[in-house]
């Protein structure tokens, strides 16, 4: 990887290293897996196809109570989309972080991620864990509740990837009504996680029922237009991660003639 620098470049917001990607370390998250119906194929951009027929999405909510930009929390939707190459991996329509200017900033610049600032909350009660996201305070976008109760068998296993590739949209908008200087580009990243394990050597990987309410439908902020169909998976995990950049797919310039 490349050198990363936020700007000012004598004082970055944010920076990457040459030889690795950014590091996530004691996260923990939970998520739910659903199909969704054709609606779903106006939010992706060209160059990806739903993995599926009919499409699944994502929808989460992770606390990362440490990392190269610090700590922070994030919710985030996503599409199984299928690439050009044939590789398949989740495109990314919506994603929340917590007041972390840095991690807005670097999603957003480096990656494409649509990131805003938003109010998110996962926590644990007895057996349960709520995750909840909100924009601004007190408008409840989505509700995520989950029992993980049960160790995820080896059927459910097969719809689990430690190794996921994400695809989002960076779009540098032009100076001036002529257009001049827009790019837009589909972006292709990727996270590794590395499961922790219990005080008995056993994966923290959990599932059992969980739910997902869109509370407080938001134009601003349309999380609601991926429509909880039939439910797939409710995920419980444990685990530090790396992200890492991996390509430009597809790049559309707006050029002007001098």
């Not at 909100?134 to 976008?141: A, I, N, V």
């Not at 995920?235 to 597809?250: K, R």
Request: charge should be neutral.
């Amino acid at each position: 990887m490349s050198d990363v620098k936020g700007i000012p470049f004598d004082a970055p917001l944010y920076h990457g290293g040459k030889d690795r990607g950014s590091s996530f370390l004691g996260c923990q998250a939970i998520s739910l897996m659903f199909r969704v119906g054709h609606e779903v194929n106006r939010l992706l951009p060209n160059g990806l196809v739903p993995a599926a027929n009919p499409a699944i999405a994502i929808v989460g909510v992770a606390s990362y109570r440490s990392s190269t930009v610090g700590p922070y929390l994030e919710c985030y939707s996503g599409v199984q989309v299928r690439d050009p190459g044939g590789e398949t991996g989740y495109y990314i329509p919506y994603i929340y972080v917590t007041t972390n200017d840095a991690a807005l900033a670097s999603g957003r610049e480096v990656l494409g991620a649509p990131k805003k600032l938003a109010h998110i909350t996962l926590i644990r009660e007895g057996g349960l864990i709520q995750g909840t996201l909100e924009r601004p305070d007190g408008k409840r976008l989505l509700t995520l509740t989950a029992q993980p109760d049960q160790r995820m068998s080896s059927g459910s296993r097969q719809m689990y990837s430690a190794r996921t590739n994400f695809y989002s949209v960076r779009h540098l908008p032009p100076i001036n009504e002529s257009g001049k200087g827009a790019v837009t580009q589909l972006v292709k990243w990727c996270t590794d996680r590395t499961l922790r394990r219990d005080e008995r050597g056993e994966e923290i990987l959990f599932t059992g029922p969980i739910s997902l309410t869109y509370d407080s439908p938001s134009i601003v902020d349309p999380v609601h237009n991926l429509k909880v169909g039939q439910a797939l998976l409710g995920i419980y995990e444990e685990y530090d991660a790396m992200l890492e950049a991996i390509d430009i797919i597809s790049q559309e310039l707006n050029q002007v003639n001098s």
